[in-house]
């Protein structure tokens, strides 16, 4: 596994999508099924708990979308929030 910053993410998100054509919400729904996959993976008993699905401004917003998407496919219980400006948090540059 690769670490990148907010900032270096949203540099490789942008050459994805203008230079190799791969559309954003595709990008979102590659990140959510790929965050999905790895807690299945660390924790087995993952459809016995709860998950909290937090997004932020923008991109992040999409990726929370298609995480609820997967989390209802999974049969997994979630609540979700949006966290940005107008909820009274700041997004993390």
Not at 11 to 22: A, F, H, N, Q, V
Not at 30 to 40: D, I, K, M, V
Not at 60 to 78: D, V
């Amino acid at each position: 596994m690769i670490l990148v910053t907010a900032r270096e993410m949203a540099e490789l998100d942008r050459r994805t999508i203008e230079e190799i054509g791969m559309p954003g919400v595709v990008l979102m729904e590659n990140a959510a099924r790929g965050a999905l996959a790895f807690f299945e993976r660390i924790l087995p008993d993952l459809t016995q708990r709860r998950v909290v699905v937090l997004a932020g401004t923008a991109t992040m917003r999409a990726t929370g979308s298609s995480s609820r998407a997967f989390c209802t496919t999974a049969a997994l219980r979630y609540a979700s929030s949006a966290c940005g400006r107008r909820n009274g948090f700041e997004a993390m540059p």
